[in-house]
């Protein structure tokens, strides 16, 4: 499969732990990004990467989330001391420069 | 920031019929309005887009239609089938796919045999 992948597709924790979310892009796509979705919305922008560089990062974004990108290729995304609040579908999508986002299957997390 | 205003958030059509989901825009920078199809548990995927230069755009059964000066768009689906069934959501941004992405809240079709 040459699409985006997502690792876990699903992940329950405890308030207070800390998760840690895998993306591995279209591997020919310098761009990155991380999206979240709630129940019955549509996706959310939370940041996103050229190459290694994050380039913009939402208001959405306390400061209790952290992404990487450390040499431009797989991406993580982590969440410190989790709240019931993040639970989600965590969202990752990559392009080629001036194209056409596609989007992994995506990490359902569950904070119990 | 943009703004997108997705309408309706629910649509039943017998098999057949044609479906119209519409969007409204708020960032007239915006140039870039992709839809996606997101079936149950299951990844968005694109299924059209257009650019701001032109007003429409048709694959097969699926057209997509813009109106820059009234900043809304529409999706536009002919004969449709019960695999139609699925949520549908538009999105814009101010570059061909290398800015962020504003989604709207979603289109939940359901087309019944």
């Known amino acids: 499969d040459t699409g985006v992948s997502q690792d876990p597709r699903h992940k329950i924790t405890k308030r207070g732990q800390n998760v840690t979310f895998r993306c591995d892009p279209i591997?020919?796509?310098?761009?990155l990004y991380w999206y979240r979705q709630t129940l019955g919305q549509g996706p959310e922008f939370l940041t996103y990467f050229q190459n290694e560089a994050q380039l913009e990062k939402s208001r959405l974004l306390s400061d209790r989330f952290s992404a990487e990108r450390p040499k431009g290729s797989f991406s993580t995304l982590e969440i410190q001391r989790t709240e019931q609040g993040d639970s989600a579908m965590y969202l990752c999508?990559?392009?080629?420069?001036?194209?056409?986002?596609?989007f992994g299957p995506g990490t359902r997390l569950t904070v119990l | 920031g943009e703004n997108v205003e997705q309408h309706p958030s629910t649509l039943s059509v017998q098999e057949g019929d044609s479906a119209v989901i519409k969007c409204t825009y708020s960032?007239?920078?915006?140039?870039?309005f992709p839809w996606y199809k997101q079936e149950l548990g299951k990844r968005p995927q694109l299924i059209i887009d257009?650019?701001?230069?032109?007003g429409e755009k048709k694959d097969q059964r699926i057209a997509v239609t813009l109106n820059k000066t009234a900043k809304h768009f529409s999706l536009h689906i002919t004969e449709t089938q019960p695999e139609d069934s699925a949520v549908y959501f538009c999105?814009?941004?101010?570059?061909?796919?290398?800015?962020?992405?504003?989604f709207g809240k979603g289109t939940m079709l359901l087309v019944s045999p």
């Open positions: 960032d007239s920078a915006s140039n870039y």
């Open positions: 999105a814009a941004s101010q570059g061909s796919g290398y800015s962020t992405l504003t």
């Open positions: 257009i650019r701001s230069n032109v």
């Open positions: 591997s020919e796509h310098n761009r």
């Open positions: 999508a990559s392009s080629p420069p001036k194209d056409t986002q596609y």
